[in-house]
């Protein structure tokens, strides 16, 4: 990698006349270096092994999660939807699965966030950029996209041909093909997102008549040219430049992270003639420099360049060399996950014990220091944040009343002498059946209260209110207090609602003011 | 090469103080930050052509909006959109929209208006913006009234409290100019009462309401009150709303107060609140909402069966 040519030096004492003129420019002179940088095309092999394996299991299961999700139905009775995961912004609603979020809930989402944050971080110190090496929509759908390429026009030389060919017949069918291919995913891709958000069936009935909201066609759209273009064009672009991830994982991984890696000190002095130089009696290590590593790299880089910005850790090298050092019959893993300590260590018996006895020590995954302080401490923030979010679920109320008291005025005399305060209550029913509900007031004494909409203005102590199935009701109610009674300035008192068909109650504090 | 990081960039004449980075072999932008420096690496291409084209956007969107300066306004856009057009376009929505409402409110009776709560909701949202530019003046914005001015949330009526009252107290004034309006007068007692005597009537006045006063003087200001304040306010001080007569006999007070002393100053020179006819100045819909939202204020009382 280092390519620059270094500066000559001048010795002391040396004149202009007989010193000898070099006729070397800098490798990396600013004049030479440019400015803008065209995208040089990669080529990723196919791998096979492995981790490639496991990366089509994930690559069905997460993109089955995401298209099938939409279509599962959950009945929720008559008053809801039954979709089993539904945003509805209209309604100000998500629904997931047994799970309904009013607006005010959102903390929920907020706490799943940063679980989902707290997991990342937890992942990525134990085990690298895995996030980005398996279940990245980015890598996923780029995965998707490269395997459609190679189905059509081959493998990696076949598409390195095909690019230089001029074009013509069986050049256009192929590429039209590929990109028609990738064009139905990148639909299917946005159709799949626009049913989390209306009842999917009937959307995509109204999608294909015409007859859905322009903002889904929207959606559609942009969905379909951000697949095409990212996973089809941009590709490792988008991980390099535009995600902000791999610029803070430096921060996030330690010497016990474990991390697609070289392990030069068994591979180093490469040669690709290893039985004519061992023949010889020259030292020379495993690494034939075959080059599969880089072949197969959907980032485009050399792994045995050490730890880059640009891996994103899908392990595909290590598939790649695993196959080679099988062929060979020298022992797996000389590129393997391994953490920076088992390096060091592997390194050290390498120069003292000789590399055979250290290969022979190597351990193919190296997880000696999973349970360090950090991962304890991002653990058990991720439990303790789960667990919380889960007793708030356990026993959150399903009915709820809020008090918004008159202020002006905040007071009437009535011509009886009493006091009347005017309050405007909001009864949550966060069910999915109407329910009937009793509003009583707690702790003013002898005061009774009214429904402002009605004729009836004789003051009780409770009165009765309906809700609708999921809905939010407002009512005013008058409150008076006989004036000989009131206390002047606040009184505190208590407006409780309680279920008249089960055993849920609600309150909320309100406060009775009386003039001095 | 581990000495290359200290060697100065041998083309960086510019004197940036930009070094070769020993492990890349790229130059730095000569930036640090805690002993990380930044290397001057190509952008990719195609940030440059993203550029480009949001330059290229940027001039349609000078040329399809308004958004070049002229000395009188601005360029109009290709398809002429402006704010204002906007704000119109939301208004006469909103206008279109509250039309069926409108109509129905000047149609139907008020009754029928108050029997539909969805269309009575609408009528006090508009009774409401009208009170709160037409009425504040005089009775608050929380139309609480203030001494003088009656307070329209409380049961206390001077002329009647049902919806055709207030409907009719709204439309025609209280002491206005229109034919219709609602008049009363109450005389002064100025040298038919002696200031005693005045004084024993206010203090039996206070007594009807349970307010505090001398009881001595009840006797005396009893049998004044008979002779002279009987025949309006009536034998218990429970007033007639038929003719505007205030009760006497409830804890609300809107002239007179609460002291003995302000009943006589009411007696001798007696105050009368005058209330415009709004008819004429507000449509018939506007005083129909405006009476449904006093009549919501809580002290809206049932018509008579």
Redesign the interface.
């Known amino acids: 990698?280092?390519?620059?040519?270094?500066?000559v030096a001048r010795e002391e004492g040396a004149t202009a006349s007989n010193v000898e003129r070099i006729d070397v420019e800098?490798?990396?002179?600013?004049?030479r270096?440019?400015?803008?940088?065209?995208?040089v095309k990669i080529y990723p092999k196919r791998a096979e092994g492995y981790f490639r394996r496991l990366k089509w299991i994930i690559m069905a299961v997460t993109l089955g999660i995401y298209w099938i999700t939409p279509w599962i139905r959950w009945d929720r009775g008559p008053y809801a939807p039954d979709q089993a995961v539904l945003v509805d912004l209209a309604n100000r609603r998500f629904y997931f699965f047994f799970i309904e979020i009013w607006p005010q809930e959102f903390y929920y989402v907020a706490g799943l966030l940063i679980m989902a944050g707290l997991g990342l971080f937890l992942v990525t110190s134990v085990a690298g950029r895995v996030w980005c090496g398996y279940t990245c929509p980015q890598t996923v759908w780029t995965d998707l996209y490269i395997w459609v390429e190679r189905l059509v026009e081959g493998d990696r030389n076949a598409r390195m041909k095909l690019d230089k060919e001029p074009w013509g017949a069986v050049k256009f069918a192929k590429r039209s093909t590929v990109y028609l291919a990738w064009l139905l995913i990148g639909a299917a891709t946005g159709g799949a997102w626009i049913f989390y958000f209306a009842d999917a069936p009937t959307l995509l009935l109204q999608f294909v008549t015409g007859e859905a909201p322009a903002v889904a066609y929207i959606t559609v759209a942009i969905l379909t040219a951000t697949t095409f273009v990212f996973a089809g064009f941009?590709r490792e672009?988008v991980c390099t430049?535009m995600c902000p991830w791999p610029r803070i994982q430096g921060a996030m991984l330690d010497e016990d992270s474990l991390l697609v890696t070289y392990n030069a000190w068994r591979g180093e002095p490469r040669s690709r003639h290893q039985k004519k130089a061992l023949a010889e009696g020259l030292d020379v290590g495993d690494c034939v420099d075959c080059n599969a590593c880089v072949a197969v790299c959907p980032m485009g880089i050399d792994i045995r360049d050490g730890n880059q910005l640009e891996c994103i850790t899908c392990a595909l090298c290590i598939d790649a060399c695993n196959g080679v050092m099988g062929k060979i019959g020298k022992p797996l893993n000389l590129i393997s996950y391994t953490t920076l300590r088992d390096y060091d260590a592997n390194a050290a018996e390498a120069r003292s014990e000789g590399r055979a006895a250290a290969t022979a020590k190597q351990r193919a995954v190296g997880l000696a220091h999973l349970v360090r302080p950090r991962t304890l401490l991002y653990a058990g923030l991720w439990a303790l944040i789960g667990l919380v979010m889960l007793a708030g679920l356990a026993t959150r109320d399903r009915l709820d009343i809020n008090v918004i008291p008159?202020?002006?005025?905040l007071y009437?005399?009535?011509?009886?002498?009493s006091i009347?305060n005017?309050y405007t209550l909001k009864v949550l029913n966060m069910m999915n059946e109407p329910r009937a509900f009793e509003v009583s007031l707690d702790g003013l004494p002898d005061a009774g209260m009214w429904v402002?909409?009605s004729?009836d203005?004789q003051p009780v102590k409770a009165i009765a209110v309906e809700v609708e199935a999921d809905r939010l009701r407002e009512i005013k109610v008058?409150v008076a207090q006989p004036?000989d009674v009131a206390r002047p300035g606040l009184s505190g008192f208590i407006f409780s609602v309680r279920d008249l068909g089960g055993s849920e109650t609600g309150s909320a504090a309100a406060d009775f003011y009386a003039p001095e | 090469?581990a000495?290359?990081g200290k060697?100065?960039?041998?083309?960086?004449q510019?004197g940036t103080g930009a070094e070769?980075d020993?492990?890349?072999?790229?130059?730095t932008t000569g930036h640090e930050w805690d002993g990380i420096r930044e290397l001057?690496r190509?952008?990719?291409?195609?940030?440059?052509w993203t550029f480009y084209a949001s330059i290229v956007f940027s001039l349609g969107y000078l040329v399809v909006y308004p958004g070049i300066p002229l000395l009188n306004g601005g360029s109009a856009g290709l398809f002429g959109y402006s704010t204002r057009a906007e704000v119109q376009d939301a208004i006469d929505l909103a206008t279109e929209a509250q039309a069926g409402r409108l109509d129905q409110i000047a149609s139907l009776p008020l009754a029928e208006i108050k029997a539909d709560?969805d269309l009575?909701r609408f009528a006090v949202a508009g009774g409401r913006s009208a009170f709160l530019v037409n009425c504040i003046q005089c009775h608050?914005?929380?139309?609480?009234g203030s001494k003088g001015y009656p307070?329209l949330?409380?049961?206390?009526w001077l002329w009647g409290g049902t919806l055709e009252d207030i409907y009719h107290t709204i439309a025609y004034g209280i002491r206005s100019d229109h034919p219709d309006t609602h008049y009363s007068e109450m005389p002064s007692f100025d040298g038919m009462l002696s200031r005693p005597e005045m004084a024993a009537v206010a203090n039996y006045v206070l007594s009807l309401?349970?307010r505090a006063h001398d009881a001595a003087l009840v006797a005396e200001g009893a049998a004044l009150y008979a002779d002279n304040c009987a025949s309006c306010h009536g034998a218990g001080g429970e007033g007639d709303r038929s003719i505007g007569v205030p009760?006497l006999n409830?804890?609300?007070a809107l002239k007179a107060g609460t002291t003995a002393e302000e009943i006589v100053g009411q007696m001798v020179a007696p105050q009368h609140g005058v209330m415009p006819a709004w008819t004429g100045r507000l449509s018939d819909t506007v005083v129909k909402e405006l009476a449904l939202y006093v009549y919501?204020l809580?002290g809206?009382e049932?018509a008579a069966q």
């Open positions: 990698m280092n390519t620059h040519v270094p500066p800098a490798v990396n002179a600013r004049g270096q440019k400015l803008y940088q065209a995208r941009m672009q430049y008159d202020r002006n005025p009437v005399t009535l011509s009886d002498g009347r005017g402002a909409a004729e203005h008058f004036g | 090469m000495d290359a060697t100065a960039n041998p083309n960086g510019g070769i020993p492990v890349t072999g790229y130059a001057n190509p952008l990719p291409r195609w940030w440059l709560a009575d608050g914005t929380g139309a609480a307070n949330n409380d049961d206390d309401s349970g009760r409830d804890a609300i919501s809580g809206g049932a």
